[in-house]
């Protein structure tokens, strides 16, 4: 009689274990899930910063290009004032009495704006911009 005693105590201790290790395993596997759930939203987040750092990059690159523009747009201006104040200024008041300064740099600005103007200057040095 003791001994089927002790064979039903040892049955019901692998019973026992046996649901133990099954609730176990059933943890193990909810942190499983918790886990592949949480590394699929860090990839979608990554590839969300990933779409920002391209549009910021793309923003960067269009106010890059915008600013060599202005920088290209000011320094012709510069050469064409330049250009106006040594050479067509002196030329105009020379042989016109009656042509200011403005009057004469807007006339200037008008007819090089039109495309009619053809330039006779030397050619001027490279500008090197230094950043």
Do not use: W
Request: proline share 1%; hydrophobic share 30%; net charge positive.
């Amino acid at each position: 009689m003791k001994n089927i005693i002790e064979n039903i105590k040892r049955h019901l201790g692998y019973i026992f274990k046996g649901n133990k290790m099954e609730e176990e395993m059933q943890n193990i596997q909810r942190c499983n899930q918790e886990f592949i759930d949480l590394y699929k939203k860090s990839e979608e987040k990554n590839k969300e910063l990933e779409n920002k750092i391209e549009e910021i990059k793309k923003r960067s690159e269009e106010e890059k290009k915008e600013h060599e523009a202005a920088q290209e747009k000011i320094i012709n201006e510069n050469v064409d004032l330049r250009y106006f104040i040594n050479e067509v200024l002196p030329e105009i008041l020379k042989n016109n009495n009656f042509m200011d300064k403005n009057t004469a740099y807007s006339t200037f600005l008008k007819v090089v704006k039109r495309g009619s103007f053809e330039e006779k200057k030397k050619k001027q040095s490279k500008i090197v911009l230094v950043k």
